[in-house]
């Protein structure tokens, strides 16, 4: 039974480091308003980036139908609110992120950017570009599972447990990123939008002369960085590709990282509103697992030896490749068709080696294949005289999983797993403008869900005399649905109220179905699906320069997905209840000096249960950040200064609430910079005052005060130069 212990915390170390190599930190050892007077007119949206409708001002007044603002509509506005002015769902509390914003960031990721957002928790495993994951209104170690993340309204998540890995995406190839909190966007984008949607709209380059932009940068620890950019468009055609490639020694012994990227997208235009568009993308990764810091009551490795390995050996491999194309028309005016579909294909390696021998190491690889078709229509009308937006669609979404687990990665595979993952759903949402003042949304989804999944066991491969024994078969199907209802009212020019209500569900990953069963018990891969109950309220105000948003919300959740120290299996939970409150708030004092203000409180317990009353591992009941943005002369000299802030956070593993919490901390990044004619320039030092801490632990299961940490780094620097041509 010790021997087959042993062989099962390997296999979850397997996981748990592939999910690393793919962004995530969960290594938790398993797998403007108007009068009322005004015509209502709903804004615009352009489908083949978006699926999300209404705005968070309400709808637009004094555009008359037919006045020309159609698919054309502009990106949202950047009036340095911060708040969202662009395309969002009715009644739900949203921001948009803009272009402007992501490029000035001080830090150096994705993840640094969407961190401030209030609701939006961040951890990081190395501090290195790719080790982080985000996690909306407070899941701990599932946020990954429970944020839904998309490019140009197209799913990314995949059926394992690896999560979005950001640092695939092209930093300034991104037009925009919104965020939608709660689960209202399961009606357009289906499983997995519990805590919310992050939609990732990149740039085009329809209508742009031909232009170029090449950026190199070095920093800490052997960073080095290089990125090129090249538009063009001629006629009905236009193009744009995006490149970047990252070397670093890391912060850790064995930290190395590589990586390259890189994306295209080709459009033609039919001159009437139609047209056909190609994406291409692919990445490729390299990544040094150095493991974590072991803390004992005695003893501390974040002491005496931070930079350290655990694992000197370890790492991780993984290649991408993800295309899509789409043909969109104009059927008749204001009604638009899109068809598109794509393919995406995940190769992961990872190799582990024992300090106990041979005997216990460990290799892992898997590749997944995902389709999808999402032909969608989009049409605006009017409903008993009010102006009225429809999208409505079809999805299907098929995944193959094979994974081989094995001791080394030359060997054959113990246990080789083969799961398959198909869902076809029907959705509809509709936003109406029932008055001047007010607009309403609601729709659903219906999903059918099918699973296979099949595992074949090899007792004479080495090290399988030890592993457990052979998978049940499974063969399930399920129906499920999304529901959403919204509301926004402007009570004046400068104050609106915005609700919402919504079902969701999320689907087991495919990791979670694998290590569902105890250690020497044949796992059947059955799980239940998640599903959770949402209600929000909230209000948006200005005054001046100042704005402001506030929202409440509630969630009932039901057979969520959780791991348990306990058993070291995956399971579904008794109830349990998120409740919480995010504000926001911006002051334009000046032309050239803006501030941004975000804190959030998510109260995040088990409700039923042995864990009854403790809180969920990994989630700070507060967050919060302040910024700046400081234009000091002109485009030639700007600077941008990020703070962000955590409360204590219990560890991963720490259900029982008994371990020491991971402390909180703040941390200030700082970025001065300016641009010269085609030339520009960057300074961006991230914890500017050195503060060593983690914000990721491990706790064991059975004896206080003993942890394994993942340290930080402290200050570091990163200069980049370039010029546009």
Do not use: C
Not at 148 to 165: E, K, M, S
Not at 580 to 592: F, M
Not at 598 to 608: I, K, P
């Amino acid at each position: 039974m010790g021997a087959r212990k042993r062989a099962g915390a390997s296999a979850r170390r397997i996981v748990a480091a592939l999910a690393l190599t793919a962004g995530i930190v969960t290594l938790d050892y398993r797998p403007a308003m108007a009068q009322p007077n005004e015509t209502t007119v709903l804004p615009e949206i352009n489908v083949t980036n978006t699926r999300l409708v209404g705005r968070t001002g309400g709808a637009r007044r004094g555009v008359a139908p037919g006045s020309g603002a159609g698919a054309d509509t502009p990106a949202p506005t950047d009036d340095g609110s911060g708040i969202a002015t662009g395309t969002i769902i009715t009644g739900a509390s949203s921001t948009v992120i803009t272009a402007r914003e992501i490029e000035r960031s001080p830090g150096q990721t994705l993840q640094d950017v969407v961190a401030r957002e209030p609701g939006i928790q961040v951890r990081s495993l190395f501090g290195g570009a790719n080790s982080a994951t985000v996690d909306m209104r407070g899941f701990g170690a599932a946020g990954t599972s429970n944020t839904l993340v998309l490019i140009n309204g197209r799913r990314l998540n995949d059926i394992d447990l690896a999560g979005v890995d950001f640092s695939a995406i092209p930093k300034h190839s991104i037009e925009r990123i919104e965020i939608t909190r709660g689960n209202s966007g399961a009606v357009l984008y289906g499983d997995g939008a519990v805590g919310g949607v992050i939609n990732i709209v990149t740039k085009n380059a329809v209508g742009l002369p031909p232009s170029g932009r090449v950026q190199a940068g070095f920093g800490s620890f052997n960073t080095v960085e290089g990125n090129l950019a090249a538009n063009t468009s001629s006629g009905p055609f236009a193009a744009s590709v995006h490149a970047n490639g990252l070397r670093s020694d890391g912060y850790r012994q064995n930290n190395r990282l590589r990586q390259d990227n890189a994306a295209g997208d080709f459009r033609w235009s039919d001159g009437q509103g139609g047209g056909a568009y190609f994406n291409l993308s692919g990445d490729d990764q390299h990544l040094g697992l150095p493991g974590g810091r072991r803390v004992t009551l005695t003893t501390s490795e974040l002491a005496t030896n931070r930079r350290g390995a655990t694992s000197p050996f370890d790492f991780a491999e993984r290649q991408g490749l993800n295309a899509t194309l789409g043909v969109s028309r104009v059927l008749w005016p204001g009604t638009e068709i899109v068809v598109d579909g794509g393919v995406r294909n995940k190769r992961q390696e990872a190799g582990f080696f024992s300090a106990f021998g041979s005997a216990f190491d460990s290799g892992f690889k898997a590749n997944l294949t995902a389709l999808s078709a999402t032909p969608r229509l989009l049409s605006q009308h009017s409903v008993g005289g009010a102006p009225g937006k429809l999208i409505a669609g079809f999805d299907l979404q098929h995944a193959n999983y094979d994974s081989d687990r094995s001791r080394h990665l030359g060997d054959p595979p113990i246990h080789r797993y083969d799961l398959q993952q198909t869902t076809a759903a029907l959705y509809a949402q509709e936003t109406i403008g029932i008055r001047s003042d007010t607009d309403v949304a609601f729709g659903g989804r219906v999903q059918r869900n099918a699973i296979g999944a099949r595992d074949r066991f090899d007792p004479t491969a080495p090290g399988g005399a030890f592993a457990g024994p052979e998978g049940l078969p499974l063969d399930r199907s399920e129906w499920q649905y999304a529901w959403h209802i919204g509301l926004e009212h402007r009570v004046t020019r400068e104050v609106a109220l915005f609700a919402r209500a919504a079902r969701s569900f999320r689907l087991p990953n495919v990791d979670e179905r694998v290590a569902m069963s105890p250690f020497g018990v044949a796992t059947s891969f059955n799980l239940k699906t998640q599903t959770s109950h949402d209600v929000e309220g909230g209000i948006r105000a200005s005054a001046g320069s100042f704005t402001w948003q506030t929202s409440l919300y509630v969630m009932a959740l039901k057979d969520e997905l959780h791991f348990s120290p306990a058993t070291f299996t995956n399971t579904n939970l008794d109830p349990t209840r998120r409740v919480g409150v995010e504000n926001v708030l911006t002051w334009r004092a000046s032309e050239a000096l803006r501030f941004k203000a975000g804190l959030a409180y998510t109260r995040a317990t088990f409700r039923e249960g042995p864990f009854a009353g403790n809180d969920v591992p990994l989630v700070s009941p507060w967050t919060g950040s302040v910024a700046v943005s400081w234009d000091i002369y002109r485009k030639y000299l700007v600077l941008d200064a990020v703070a962000r802030v955590f409360s204590n956070r219990r560890m991963d593993n720490d259900q029982n609430n008994v371990q020491p919490p991971i402390p909180g901390k703040a941390v200030v990044d700082l970025r001065l910079g300016g641009e010269i004619d085609r030339l520009f320039w960057s300074v961006s030092v991230q914890n500017l005052f050195n503060t060593l801490y983690f914000d990721y632990a491990v706790a064991s299961a059975f004896t206080l005060g003993t942890y394994s940490a993942y340290p930080l780094p402290g200050r570091t620097f990163m200069v980049k130069a370039g010029m546009t041509f």
